[in-house]
């Protein structure tokens, strides 16, 4: 039965997700300031080996980032795009109808994937299994979709992920973590619910981090976030204050990033 808690939480995620905004806020920030020029979703691409025909499909696809300025998806991959929200997949077929490649779109709960048994040669998750109630659920449907020769792409973050935000959020907001996601499943915790899933599970880290040297786009960042609905005005405009003054005085604030990405087989 659905308890108070989780149906606010719920409610919170459709809200954050009802379009690309809040996603795209964040994705500006790393877009802007990561050290690693080479570029998460193009080294996470690099990652994606499969045969010139396959069938790709992604949960929780987001605005499509994986896929944008991507002009070398092979011509014979049959990719479909599946996310919760109807308004993120709107935005994002409208973004990647200039990419030339025919990608398809579905509105879909990760947690009941509307596929056959063993249809795709690849299922991505990325950045998404925190979010969902029931992660064994969703990884068996992986599973169940998956190609006896097929593998799931699952990335996440690690603990130590923009911990610095977390020294903000105890500072400014007397709350110990500004996103709990982490926690739910990231790089250290995920482990053991792929293992239940998948006999094979490689983990492959990213290097890099963040120099900002703007304080709107971190304030965005950090405006864009769920903790937002917890925090008031006032709070926000103290933060505001202190991160402007750090960029004045020291010219930047750096923050360490940690993420990667689960292979799995079958
Ligand atoms: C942090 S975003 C990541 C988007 C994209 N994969 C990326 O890496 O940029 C999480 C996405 O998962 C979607 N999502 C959350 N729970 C979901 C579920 N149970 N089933 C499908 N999509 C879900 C959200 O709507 C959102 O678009």
Request: charged fraction near 25%; charge should be positive.
């Amino acid at each position: 039965m659905a308890t108070d808690t989780s149906i606010d939480s719920a409610r919170l995620l459709r809200e954050q997700y009802k379009d690309g905004s809040n996603l795209s806020a964040r994705i500006r920030l790393h877009q802007r300031f990561s050290t690693n020029r080479y570029g998460q979703m193009r080294w996470m691409f690099d990652r994606i080996q499969l045969p010139d025909n396959a069938r790709v499909l992604e949960v929780g696809c987001g605005t499509g980032l994986l896929w944008r300025g991507r002009p070398q998806v092979p011509g014979g991959w049959r990719v479909i795009l599946t996310d919760m929200s109807d308004g993120m997949l709107r935005e994002t077929r409208a973004s990647l109808t200039q990419l030339g490649h025919s990608f398809s779109y579905m509105q879909a709960d990760a947690q009941a994937i509307p596929f056959r048994d063993e249809s795709f040669d690849a299922v991505i998750a990325n950045h998404m299994l925190y979010h969902v109630p029931d992660i064994p659920r969703a990884l068996g449907e992986v599973r169940r979709v998956l190609k006896p020769s097929g593998v799931c792409y699952a990335a996440t973050m690690g603990l130590a992920n923009m911990k610095e935000m977390d020294e903000l959020a105890a500072r400014f907001f007397s709350i110990p973590r500004m996103t709990e996601s982490t926690a739910r499943f990231g790089l250290e915790s995920g482990e053991a619910y792929m293992r239940g899933a998948f006999s094979e599970v490689k983990l492959e880290r990213y290097p890099d981090s963040l120099v900002i040297t703007e304080a709107a786009p971190l304030m965005d960042y950090i405006c864009s976030m769920r903790v937002r609905t917890r925090v008031s005005d006032e709070q926000i405009a103290a933060l505001r204050t202190h991160v402007e003054n750090e960029i004045a005085k020291h010219g930047e604030i750096r923050m360490t990033k940690d993420s990667g990405l689960f292979i799995a087989r079958r």
